[in-house]
């Protein structure tokens, strides 16, 4: 069993081993709704809740349900529907009470069901074998690093706006040339903390 502490984990998935910008998973909605500031806090915001929630609401499926009933197999199937699930959820809320968000993020938001990060949080979770409070600190930092990351490049394309950019490199090239300089860039966290 994994001894590590759930504020190392934390720390870990937030800086040296962000989901976005080491594993490269959720990229997707990353590239496609950090243009404004406003709407990558709140895209970031829903991911970290979602994620989360997920987290924990999978760990214990995961651990209760499916390997005492010895579906494990169905793992994939069952992670996905509790995160569409919380998505709905979250997709109701935003409605309700943030119109212009949940216009500002348009497709975007029920496209969190299927945002690898989310399931790839899901997957380190069971994979490296983490305990309910490491599962629960895997997820929030997890979350919080694909909110850093995409607050960081909404901010970079910002200021990129005003900038001469070669006619080939515009828009989605220069987003991923930035998102490799970003990578590197949180490489030099690694001396810090790791999670295996």
């Known amino acids: 069993m994994n001894e590590t502490s759930a504020i190392v984990i934390l720390i870990a998935a937030i800086f040296t081993n962000n989901i976005l910008l080491a594993n490269f998973l959720g990229m997707c909605s990353f590239v496609a709704c950090s243009n404004q500031i406003g709407t990558a806090i709140g895209l970031g915001t829903a991911v970290t809740f979602v994620t989360v929630t ?5 760990f214990a499926v995961y651990h209760y349900v499916l390997v005492p009933l010895e579906l494990a197999h169905l793992q994939f199937i069952v992670f ?12 109701m809320f935003v409605e309700r009470f943030s119109p212009k968000l949940y216009f500002a993020l348009g497709i975007f938001l029920p496209l969190i069901t299927v945002n690898c990060a989310i399931l790839g949080a899901s997957m380190f ?6 305990t309910f409070a490491q ?30 950019i070669p006619k080939p490199f515009e828009n989605v090239p220069i987003a991923m040339i930035v998102t490799g300089v970003l990578a590197m860039a949180f490489m030099g966290f690694g001396g810090m ?3 295996q």
């Not at 509790?82 to 997709?91: G, M, R, Y």
């Not at 607050?151 to 970079?156: I, K, Q, Y």
């Open 80 to 91: 996905i529907a509790v995160i569409a699930a919380f998505v709905q959820f979250v997709e």
């Open 54 to 58: 997920t987290s924990m609401i999978n």
């Open 125 to 130: 979770l069971i994979i490296r074998n983490y």
């Open 193 to 195: 903390v790791s999670i």
């Open 135 to 164: 599962s629960v600190g895997f997820g929030f930092g997890g979350g919080l690093g694909w909110m850093l990351a995409i607050v960081l490049m909404a901010g970079l394309r910002q200021k990129m706006r005003y900038s001469n």
